[in-house]
């Protein structure tokens, strides 16, 4: 049943996208349209800009989760495995940074990143999406690295590893599980993000598809064939990225 529930906005939104126009609306409701188009998906992807703002998310999405991913492993270990002064001061800032509504910190940001001239510019979106995705993911790594028994550590520490060998040949190599899994967690937030991507961007070739959605809403009407094929088409890229990660999703949320 809960499967079914979940499912069942994206069987609808892929019934819309196949409907012609003469049936979108003289049909009522159906479980599927008596006839089926792809001239949706065709003028989406050959007539409007969709192309280049499914590569612009790519761009951002991708850059990002490797950023954060990386900063969040090296915190993470840090955490995890160090004791030094102000550690406890640290963890409760980075999940004060959680508590904030995005709404209140929006014009600070925006007349920050104004003044370094990174408004308008996809550079500036994957610095924002890094640094507010960079705590969840670091006490995410932190669990990973916990679970790993130090014994081994100290085994390789026998062995004649420096903390630099241990870190690479040890504790990474048995957190690729948790480290998947926060590639996926980053992946999808930074795809599916609006509100800054809405702030910071104007110019039509630096948007992202998020926002390129809204370009079919109009003051008196919403083309509802291409919205829902465009959102059919934004879901691929990220079945893809979990599906060649799916083997450490598993390990890493289970």
């Not at 916990?146 to 014994?151: H, L, S, T």
Request: glycine letters at 6%; a neutral charge.
């Amino acid at each position: 049943l809960y499967v079914a529930f979940a499912l069942f906005p994206i069987y609808w939104t892929v019934k819309i996208s196949v409907a012609p126009e003469s049936l979108l609306y003289s049909e009522g409701i159906r479980l599927w349209p008596s006839s089926m188009t792809l001239d949706n998906y065709y003028s989406v992807l050959a007539a409007s800009d969709f192309p280049r703002y499914f590569a612009n998310s790519l761009m951002v999405s991708v850059a990002t989760s490797l950023i954060v991913t990386a900063v969040a492993a090296l915190a993470g270990y840090a955490l995890s495995r160090f004791r030094f002064r102000g550690k406890t001061f640290v963890s409760i800032l980075l999940l004060l940074t959680q508590t904030f509504p995005l709404v209140m910190v929006i014009p600070p940001i925006f007349r920050m990143m104004g003044q370094l001239g990174l408004t308008d510019n996809l550079y500036g979106l994957i610095i924002i999406y890094t640094a507010f995705n960079t705590a969840f993911a670091t006490f995410l790594m932190q669990s990973f690295f916990d679970g790993v028994p130090k014994e081994l550590e100290d085994a390789a520490m026998i062995d004649g590893c420096t903390g630099g060998m241990e870190l690479g040949r040890i504790m990474l190599p048995l957190t690729l599980p948790g480290m998947g899994a926060t590639v996926a967690f980053v992946f999808t937030a930074a795809w599916s993000e609006l509100l800054f991507a809405l702030m910071l961007i104007n110019s039509e070739d630096q948007k992202t598809f998020s926002v390129g959605l809204l370009t079919f809403i109009g003051k008196f009407a919403v083309d509802l064939r291409h919205i829902m094929s465009a959102s059919v088409l934004s879901l691929i890229p990220v079945c893809v990225f979990f599906a060649i990660l799916q083997r450490y999703l598993v390990t890493g949320l289970t």
